[in-house]
């Protein structure tokens, strides 16, 4: 079973920046896609970027240029870092491991951009 825990979220006014750190365990796979999601209140939660195990980077047209997805080497975390944050991006923030057979989330961290 793999276990997901978000951090980094928090209160930033709008055009600031903060980084939320996914750590993962329980045996996490380089065959595999790990990426953000978020999800604002009364919306459906929404792809914001992935990492394959290939390195390929995907990005919400919204946040494509403001924030950046990263992993380490041996995929025991990845992060985002988000630049030029807008009140718009205010949501809850879900870590998502998946592959063919098997998918997992993390509990979330609350981000909150105020103008």
């Known amino acids: 079973q793999v276990q997901l825990v978000e951090s980094g979220g928090g209160l930033v006014q709008a055009g600031g920046s903060l980084k939320l750190t996914c750590s993962g365990s329980?045996?996490?796979?380089?065959?595999?896609?790990m990426g953000w999601y978020r999800q604002a209140p009364g919306k459906q939660r929404e792809l914001v970027a992935t990492?394959?195990?290939?390195?390929?980077?995907h990005y919400a047209e919204d946040v494509k240029g403001r924030f950046f997805i990263s992993r380490t080497t041996n995929w025991s975390a990845i992060f985002l870092q988000m630049n030029s944050l807008k009140p718009e991006d205010t949501a809850v923030y879900y870590c998502?491991?998946?592959?063919?057979?098997?998918?997992?989330w993390g509990q979330g961290t609350q981000v909150t951009v105020s103008s």
């Open positions: 329980g045996g996490i796979s380089s065959l595999s896609v």
């Open positions: 990492v394959t195990g290939r390195g390929e980077k």
């Open positions: 998502n491991y998946r592959r063919r057979d098997y998918e997992s």
